[in-house]
């Protein structure tokens, strides 16, 4: 028996030790045998067996990686030795070295299984052969890997996968086959297109053709009719198999049975129009990574979801092609199940596609790093980027109610209440109320009905709740079956159209005011100058200076009239300047306690460091005895007259509740009574030149607006607080003034007219006014 040898030498393609097992009943050949190893710079440990019994010994216990042996032997010959190499270590290749054999017996052994022969004369021949023997086990055991991973996949995957030849003959089909068309095995070697629906038949074939004849996956939906009568909606996605010399050889289909998905998207149309998710379910992909997170596998549908080949997407880092926001989750998740056998984990992030776009991807990580068939990560996922935009969108539509700030209901169709936003509930509870429901309009249960059944909205229903006022708006969404329901407070808009027509008509009253006025002063300037011109008359009776001492005083009285007309208008000249309010109210109430008797009690409440104002003395005085009037005649019976002032500073919190109101500095003048009050009909007329509620022949209708048109002149504004049978209170407010009280009044002489040879030009488009002018000018010459 020989002895074995270790001998260690470089060897780039190996890794570890080579175990040869020399198989020689001839020491000598045993010898040379082992020098030429050496000589072959291979590394390896020998062992060297020349009998049967220890031949099958080693094969047990050495475990060969390969084996060299004599064909001739004294107790057995090299066929029997490879039989037995078989049956214990099939994968060590065997390798016949010999003295001598014949071409016959040479190909009978390789037929057999050795994998070469060596001549003992051209021993130097034994590392090559060692070598392309080593390189051929590799290739097989690769080969066998790979039909294994293809086995684990096709078996493991709910696609439907094919091959077929170029007419579209199947010559492989996975098992999956089996749920959509039954068993299987029969499919093999017949025609692809015998299960497709007959509708469908002439695109698929067109389809299949394209892809034969341009070598380019082509991707199709059809259905398929099964023997039973049911149909089945494939979708389908074609990848080319070339051959040695590039062309097409055979067509790789990778298919999937979308007859649910169909059937959910039919779902999702009929279902409720108001979410509008648009989700459509993306087939699946596969990827095997190695334990570095490098590609060793891609699926055919990855090139369909982010557009890289099979060719182009093996061999990257998958972490290179994550977003830079999900790298961090991402490579935690799969860097805890690379260390846990079997485990599996959910992930869901952002992969580049290849023309530089984000997808968004979920899919589950398995790892099956230790099974010897896979021996890699297994990844299924799906493309959900559609799914995301359409999970945007209904946040963003989910938003709209959530955030607006009038409260928004939803109502079904028998009325109740099934949705209602944070605004709903914050209205209810400022109007003391505990639910939304309660503050929905009347009869909101026939609206729903009218809504749905006749599939129209109703727009612009004005309710008042709690002294607010709301404008609703009911619109059907007919798929749900509901009324989404909108609220507005349009109070605030009501109180600012109501002001804009009072202040529109007052203008409008003030221009027909000045109007009339004008016009109307005119001809009392013409009766009372021909009047005062006639009382000069040197011959004049008595009887007649009293008639016409009565028409000038009529005159006058009516020219008082315009006045204030002209006053309310704001077309009277002012001659303003600066007065403390406090001293003029006191002047003033000297004269009042005549005026208004001995039944009205007066209260003045002066303000302490009132500021002074810019007015008109002589308007200022009128309007304080125009508002006491008023207030007496309130007071038929008796009653108290309070006159206040008190300076006050206007915010934008205020000006927004009284638009006539601006922000700044006022000095206010209230005068309130504790007679009858006024009702709001009352209220909305009481400045209107003429309006009066008293007698026929007991009011002008000219004081509360004459008040008016000075508060006007002088930049202020008039607020009015009345209750019936409580009283009234008018506060005037004036625009403070920054310069102190004391301005002097300048008194003019007056003078008697001198001259009466000049010439004087008079222009006046009236006729008779000219005239009286004339005779004015000629009586002084």
């Known amino acids: 028996m020989g002895a074995g040898c270790d001998v260690t030498v470089t060897h780039e393609s190996m890794t570890d030790d080579l175990r040869i097992l020399i198989l020689e009943d001839l020491a000598d050949d045993a010898e040379l045998l082992e020098r030429e190893l050496r000589r072959s710079k291979l590394r390896f440990n020998v062992r060297h067996v020349a009998t049967r019994a220890d031949y099958l010994k080693a094969l047990d216990e050495f475990l060969p990686d390969i084996i060299l042996s004599d064909y001739r032997l004294p107790e057995f010959d090299g066929t029997e030795a490879l039989r037995w190499a078989q049956e214990r270590v099939p994968d060590a290749p065997f390798i016949i070295v010999t003295g001598s054999i014949n071409e016959q017996t040479a190909v009978e ?4 299984g050795a994998v070469d022969y060596v001549l003992k004369e051209h021993i130097g021949r034994i590392g090559s052969a060692i070598q392309t023997a080593l390189e051929k086990k590799q290739s097989e055991v690769k080969l066998r890997e790979s039909q294994e991973l293809f086995r684990l996949i096709t078996e493991n995957v709910t696609d439907l996968i094919a091959i077929l030849d170029r007419q579209g003959n199947r010559l492989y089909n996975s098992t999956s086959y089996k749920e959509v068309l039954g068993d299987p095995q029969p499919l093999q070697g017949t025609s692809s297109f015998q299960e497709i629906h007959p509708d469908d038949v002439a695109r698929v074939k067109e389809v299949f053709e394209e892809t034969v004849r341009t070598g380019v996956g082509k991707r199709a939906e059809f259905r398929f009719l099964r023997k039973d009568g049911a149909i089945r909606y494939i979708e389908s996605q074609g990848s080319v198999i070339r051959g040695h010399q590039g062309n097409v050889d055979r067509v790789l289909v990778v298919s999937r049975d979308t007859t649910e998905r169909k059937r959910a998207e039919e779902e999702l149309r009929s279902s409720e129009e108001r979410f509008r998710a648009l989700i459509e379910n993306s087939s699946d992909a596969i990827v095997l990574l190695d334990r570095s997170w490098v590609v060793l596998y891609a699926g055919p549908s990855t090139e369909r979801i982010i557009g890289y080949r099979n060719e182009e997407f093996v061999g990257r880092r998958l972490f290179d092609l994550v977003h830079p926001e999900d790298v961090e989750t991402t490579v935690r998740l799969l860097t805890g199940l690379a260390d ?6 959910r992930i869901e992030c952002r992969i580049r596609h290849r023309d530089g776009s984000w997808r968004w991807t979920e899919g589950a990580a398995k790892n099956l790093l230790n099974e010897p068939e896979v021996q890699a990560i297994v990844v299924n996922y799906r493309d959900i980027t559609d799914r995301k935009k359409a999970d945007a969108e209904i946040q963003k539509l989910a938003a709209f109610p959530l955030f607006n700030p009038d409260p928004v ?7 109740m209440l099934t949705y209602f936003n944070g605004a709903a509930q914050q209205v209810a509870n400022t109007l003391g109320k505990t639910h939304p429901r309660e503050i929905l309009p009347p009869g909101v249960k026939e609206l729903v009905t009218t809504c749905l059944s006749s599939g129209k909205s109703r727009a612009g229903l004005e309710v008042t709740t709690g002294g607010r006022t709301f404008s609703w708006s009911f619109y059907p969404i007919l798929p749900s079956q509901v009324v989404q329901c909108y609220a507005f407070d349009i109070t605030e808009r009501l109180t600012l159209e109501a002001q804009l027509r009072q202040s529109q008509k007052m203008e409008s009253v003030g221009q027909l005011a000045a109007g009339v006025a004008h016009d109307f002063n005119n001809i009392l300037t013409i009766i009372q100058g021909h009047a005062e011109l006639l009382q000069t008359e040197p011959n004049a009776s008595e009887r007649t200076l009293d008639a016409l001492k009565q028409i000038s005083h009529a005159a006058t009285r009516a020219a008082n009239l315009t006045r204030q007309l002209l006053t309310f208008s704001r077309r009277q000249v002012m001659q303003p300047k600066i007065l403390d309010l406090n001293e003029m109210v006191g002047n003033v109430t000297k004269m009042l306690n005549r005026l208004l008797g001995e039944q009205i ?6 303000g302490a460091n009132l500021p002074a104002v810019l007015a008109d003395l002589g308007m200022m005085e009128q309007l304080i005895m125009n508002l006491s009037v008023n207030a007496r005649d309130a007071m038929p019976q008796g009653g108290q ?18 638009p006539e109101a601006r922000t700044g500095h006022f000095v206010c003048l209230g005068v309130s009574d504790n007679g009858a009050g006024m009702d709001e009909s009352t209220q909305s007329r009481i400045f209107e030149p003429f309006f009066t509620t008293k007698e026929v022949g007991k009011g002008t209708g000219l004081g509360l607006a004459t008040v008016y048109g000075i508060v006007k002149l002088h930049h202020g504004w008039i607020e009015v607080e009345s209750r019936v049978g409580v009283g009234s209170t008018f506060t005037v407010f004036l625009p403070a003034s920054r310069e102190g009280t004391g301005a002097t009044t300048t008194v003019v002489e007056k003078s008697s007219a001198r001259g009466g040879n000049e010439t004087i030009l008079v222009v006046e488009d009236e006729a008779a006014l000219r005239g009286l002018m004339r005779g004015v000018l000629r009586h002084y010459v």
Do not use: P
């Open 409 to 415: 209901f939803e109502l079904a169709a028998d009325g």
């Open 641 to 658: 007259l309070i006159i206040s002032t008190f300076a006050t500073e206007i915010d934008e919190a205020y000006v927004h509740n009284y």
């Open 601 to 606: 009690a007066l209260q003045c409440n002066y």
């Open 109 to 112: 052994c390789m037929k057999a």
């Open 340 to 345: 846990k056998d079997r485990h599996m984990v």
